[in-house]
């Protein structure tokens, strides 16, 4: 018999309900601090360009106050046309956004951050930007109103919860990490919780006797 490896501080920097629902899935303890940072775009900044640099910042946001762990940040931005598509917040924007993306294939940027903060003075880093394409269906608007009315999926970039009743509207998904949609590449983040040292199963996999 082995002895269960030591678990590092594990912290998700957000208050999504929909990441730590991900997140939990990995049956490790965790932390979800939301990040207090300014989400704008930067002027003149690509799609992906920002969905990076925030996943970045609430990582970093967080590990000024907690030293010794390991911070996720994540951030997802939606394209059309090289134009960003944010989170409607309300009915008739979300409405909008179904309408202008109807039989159309929009981008999602996830951008995910590790860091480590583990080694005072040496923050190390993994930061990655995962596409998913998804293509709506073309659908009329009395279908896509009932949808929102349903669902109300105002919080959602995009206007559709993929793991819900959205997934009615969409004819096709295409990414090489399914959850990455939803908001967190959870194949992403393990391969990057195993190069930071962090064990799965009660075992320390930077070794391999």
């Known amino acids: 018999m082995h002895n269960p490896a030591p ?51 609430k990582g970093e946001a967080i ?13 997802q931005v939606a394209t059309l046309d090289g134009e960003q598509i944010g989170k409607p917040g309300t009915h008739d924007n979300a409405l909008k956004q179904l309408i202008r993306m109807r039989g159309r294939r929009v981008t999602f940027h996830t951008a995910l951050c590790l860091l480590n903060n583990r080694n005072p003075g040496e923050p190390f880093i993994q930061i990655e930007n995962v596409q998913t394409f998804v293509t709506f269906r073309d659908l009329p608007n009395a279908e ?25 509207i969409l004819e096709k998904i295409e990414s090489t990490d399914p959850t ?28 391999h006797a």
């Open 7 to 57: 678990l590092p501080r594990l912290i998700l920097a957000s208050s999504s309900t929909y990441r730590k629902e991900l997140l939990s899935r990995l049956q490790l303890p965790f932390e979800a601090i939301s990040p207090d940072i300014d989400e704008t775009p930067a002027a003149g900044e690509s799609p992906e360009a920002t969905a990076l640099r925030l996943a970045r910042q």
């Open 180 to 207: 990455a949609l939803t908001g967190l590449p959870m194949i992403a983040l393990t391969g990057m919780l195993r190069k930071a040292g962090m064990p799965f199963f009660g075992i320390d996999n930077t070794t």
């Open 63 to 75: 590990a000024k106050t907690n030293p010794n762990s390991l911070i996720i940040g994540s951030d």
């Open 144 to 168: 896509l109103d009932a949808y929102l009315r349903i669902e109300q999926p105002y919080d959602c970039a995009g206007s559709a919860k993929n793991e819900g009743l959205g997934i009615a």
